[in-house]
């Protein structure tokens, strides 16, 4: 099935609940790394029950689900990667909670046949037990098997620009060989990211990393370069995915701090010359 637009854009899924625990905050805070050296007391905080901490991306895995079924969508799902995240944290990210799902489609961009379709969509993530608005994600898929299917065939939203100058602060990571594999226990359990198989039928040498996870270790980057592991400073993180990541990778996060409260960054694998992440805004409050 082809995706229809414009019907496509009335597609919505209201009321769709999901309750996590400490145990998915923590394991979201391994999947992005956190915890790898037992004796970083500030690390601690965020894969450890006692004062446990959310990162304000925890927000992009506790309803993972949510949203219009890919089915839906109409796209060749072997085929979709993910193009852009942004999260809006309307308040700090709880550790443990019940979340009500509103989603969306917001808008798909027909980039032409053989080239691919963007599909951007909203999730709305309120807190059960006052209605009131804990976060919202945006996320744009790029549907590379779907170009031509029809959409909005203009220019798409241009990105936030980097700064020209230096970095002000680069914090290094190394994923580890299995970072993916537990990454998708918090919820993306896309073969693409485990099954050498599904990697190559995508294009690629093996399983990717999902664009989430390496976005995860940008906001950590943030949390540790400019909020001194406070993760409740940040109000949002958005950033484009511009290369695939391969479990093992190393990742050079360069920040920019642009005013008090903004934040650019972008994320390179050094040993491959690649920028793996680019556009990266982080609002801090
Ligand atoms: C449905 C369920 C949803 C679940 C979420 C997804 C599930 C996950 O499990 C999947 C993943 O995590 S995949 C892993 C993470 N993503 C990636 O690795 C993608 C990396 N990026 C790429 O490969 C290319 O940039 C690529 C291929 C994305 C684009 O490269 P090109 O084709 O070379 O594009 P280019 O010629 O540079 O630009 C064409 C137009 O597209 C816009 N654009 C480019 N990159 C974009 C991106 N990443 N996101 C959004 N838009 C993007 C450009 O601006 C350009 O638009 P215009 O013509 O208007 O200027």
């Not at 995706?3 to 854009?9: G, K, Q, T």
């Not at 790898?36 to 029950?49: A, C, G, I, K, T």
Request: charge should be negative.
């Amino acid at each position: 099935m082809p995706i229809e637009y414009p019907a496509i854009l009335d597609l919505k899924e209201t009321g769709k609940e999901y309750s996590f625990t400490d145990r998915d905050t923590m394991l979201y805070a391994l999947g992005v790394g956190m915890g790898s050296d037992p004796m970083n007391l500030d690390e601690l905080r965020f894969v450890y029950e006692k004062d446990l901490r959310a990162l304000p991306t925890l927000a992009t895995v506790v309803a993972w689900g949510a949203g219009v079924p890919t089915d839906k969508l109409g796209v060749d799902y072997k085929l979709v990667l993910h193009g852009e995240e942004k999260t809006i944290l309307h308040r700090p990210m709880p550790v443990e909670g019940t979340l009500v799902a509103d989603s969306s489609v917001v808008e798909v961009y027909d980039k032409g046949e053989g080239k691919g379709a963007i599909i951007v969509r909203e999730t709305v993530l309120r807190d059960k037990a006052d209605g009131e608005k804990i976060a919202t994600l945006q996320r744009t898929i790029f549907a590379r098997g779907d170009g031509g299917s029809g959409g909005n065939t203009g220019p798409t939203p241009v990105p936030h620009a980097i700064p020209e100058r230096e970095p002000d602060k680069v914090v290094e990571y190394r994923m580890a060989g299995n970072q993916a594999a537990i990454y998708r226990l918090s919820g993306d359990r896309n073969p693409l990211h485990i099954d050498p198989e599904r990697g190559q039928a995508a294009g690629f040498d093996g399983p990717i990393v999902h664009g989430l996870c390496t976005y995860g270790f940008t906001c950590r980057a943030v949390v540790e370069a400019f909020c001194g592991f406070d993760p409740d400073s940040v109000a949002s993180h958005e950033a484009r995915f511009s290369a695939p990541v391969f479990p093992g990778d190393s990742l050079r996060v360069k920040l920019w701090k642009e005013d008090e409260k903004t934040i650019s960054f972008e994320a390179e694998v050094p040993e491959r010359g690649k920028t793996v992440i680019r556009n990266g805004l982080t609002k801090l409050r």
